[in-house]
């Protein structure tokens, strides 16, 4: 899939995605970090296909049942360590300026 979704971006694209990634990373894991200590649990999704009835049609046939596919999310909480998740969240951020200068210089080098 990924291979697909790269072929439909020009290079430059490509390069600054790639120069960004890890920055973009980093920035995420602190948001999820700061949102778990501030609830003081962290939510885990689970995401599970059920089959559903629905009405389908075609150019000859209008309004038949079918059976189609529906994702179903479920979030449930899960216990954290405040202390363990603090020292990730330090860190975390302790990494954040290196990534945030290495993107800054690899994105000097893309088109």
């Known amino acids: 899939m990924l291979i697909a979704l790269a072929a439909c971006t ?28 501030a ?8 995401v599970r296909s059920i089959d559903t009835m629905d009405t389908c049609g075609s150019l000859y046939r209008e309004g038949e049942p079918c059976l189609s596919q529906t994702d179903l999310i479920t979030t449930r909480p899960v216990a954290i360590d405040p202390a363990a998740e603090s020292a990730r969240l330090a860190e975390l951020n302790r990494r954040l300026p290196n990534a945030r200068e290495r993107a800054k210089a690899d994105l000097a080098l893309c088109p």
């Open 10 to 37: 020009n290079p430059g694209e490509r390069c600054r995605a790639n120069a960004t990634a890890e920055f973009a990373v980093l920035n995420s894991m602190i948001s999820d970090s700061e949102a778990a200590l």
């Open 39 to 46: 609830r003081g649990y962290r939510e885990s999704k689970t």
